[in-house]
Structure formats: structure tokens, C-alpha cells
């Protein structure tokens, strides 16, 4: 039986965060990025030492800084890569400031609420108002996921050859092999936010209030956090989980964008 | 608690997060929050607010825009929550 083994707080509102709306992680240099929505930054912190600062604002525009920076991930070139929903674009991170992907053809983002890169760096995007998942592939052009169809498509990852769908409208985490295109439905009956997986291939994903994770083998979801198991941590009361990355096997970040919370959580298996 | 406490307390919350005093003063009980600029997270961040000023906990199913579109149904929430406690 898989249970938490430890919660910590690893950043607050004390360090300067105020709505942390999405996070990435880096295992190879071992920092964790963090999406400061309302401060218009990103943080970057060290996981070990959790010393911390703010990377460049600016959009290489003159005298132009993000306006609305929401979603965050990491491609494999170790560039951050982030989705503005003011400006409805992607820009990348690169000689301390931020470029604008820019797309071919007339195709438009529409609240680009998550996004997320594949082995072959192609870019995807959780495209909320315009109810689909998008690909934007390395000629820059973009291209619908028909496979998918979720009208209210919140957070996306991928691991491996998986692309992860938290999809609001049907109640469900949904997987797609990104190989051959299949896509199926991992759980429902959830109201699922963020999602995640670490490298075994466990997902976990967030409700309001609550964390779950889905066994790659078993592939069902168990609860790890709710509000019962919170009370006994001590820390104020979860008002909403709205992200989630895994740092290692079994071990997660998760941030409270209401409480201006970052916490990090480890599970372990329990012999019943 | 009286309705007028509730109302009047989730009012002077919303009224606080308000930036714009054009829209303080046509600010009515039935005025639909997203015309008040007020997104579905910073709905969330007063119901947040809410929940600790009257030391109540919603539950998840009840978290959403279509319980909370105004100041009257947020108070009804609150109502039956505080009633119930």
C-alpha cells in the first residue's frame, strides 16, 4: 500500500510567491522552476539548498517583460519553455530572456494552460479556451490532436512515449502513446487539475484538495493526500493544488497557488 | 449567524480584492463576478478567504463558478455550510 511518508515546505509566500501556478523540474542540474503568475517571474531553486532567485522578465521586446506567465516545462535542449496568457504564446528562455516561439500559419492560442516537450522536442500545449491539445512541431507549424478530445483539457505532461491529459470535461486522466497515436483513458470519475509521472512510469494527479497516485502496473488510483490526512501535517488548510511535477521515483513537488505553498512529498510502500 | 452578516461579510471580502472603484459603486448582490474581472482563481482565492473568515471547509464538489457567479449564491453557500457546521 503506497502512503505519504513525508510532506515539507519547501517555499511560501515569504519567499516572494504569489499564485504559483505551474512548476519544472531539472534532474540534471537539480532546479526546480517555478511559475510566479502574479509577480509576472519565474523562480529558479536549487532542491537541495532551496536557495533561490528570479530569472529575467524580459521578452526581448523593448521595454516589454511577461505579462502573464502560467504553464512552464523543460525541453531537451534544458531550455524553459512557458506559455503567456495575455500575450497566448510560448516563449523560450534563452541568453537571459525570453523569446517568442513563434508558429507558422494563422493558428491563434486561446488560454494555453499547460505545456509540456517529448523526446523529439516537439512542443505541446493544453489550449483551454480552444478546447484541444496542440503540437507544435520543430518546422514550427501546429497541428490539432484529434485523438484527444477533451473540451476542457487542463494539465498535460509527457514521460517517455506517454502524453498525459487531465481532462476537466470528462473526469479523466487520459494517456496517449505518442508512437502510435493511441490514446486511451488511465482513470475517471476525478475532477483532475495537474498531472504528472515520474520515471517508472507512476502518474499522480491533483484534485482541488486532494493528490492521487495511478501504479503503472496497476493503473488505479489511489487517494495519498485529502484534507483528513492534511490536518495532520500542521500546515494551513489546502485551498487548491494547482501543480504538480515528479522530481525522482515517488517523490513530487506540488504547489497551493492560493496559499503561495510549494511543498515537497514522498511516498513509500507500506506492507498492509 | 444573521443573512445580512453573511451577505454583508462576503461583500466587504469581494469589495476588498476589487481594484477598479467604478465597479465598487455599481457593485450589487446579484452582479455577476466574471463582469467584475474576477476570474475563476481569484473566485477561488476569496471563497479561500471566505472559508477562513467563517471557519468553514467546502467541499470540492461545490467549488465551482456556477455556485459562486454572485455575491447572493456565494453567500447561500456559505449559508448552508455555517448552518450545517
Redesign the interface.
Known sequence: MLKVQYIKQILSAQDGLS?PSSLAYNEKTRQLYLCNMNEKCIIEANIDSLEHSILSRNTGNLGENLKKPLALTIDRDNHLLLTDVIDNCVYRYARNEWEKVVCQGDYQMNLPGSIAVDKRNIIYVSDFLNQCIIKIKQDCSVEVIVQIPCKKPYGICISGDILYTACEESGSIQMMNLENGKNEVLVSGY?PIAVTADQVGNAYFT????VYIVEAQSREAQLLID?EMWKETGFS?I??LGALTAIGERRLVMSD???NSVYEVMVENVRE | MENKNIEESVKNIIVSRMKEQEKIDKLSYDTPLLSLGIDSILALSILVEIEDEFDIEISDSDLNMDKIKDIASFAQLVREYVTNA
Open positions: 499564485f475532477n484534485e482541488t484538495r486532494k484534507k488548510r485551498a487548491h497557488t492560493i496559499r
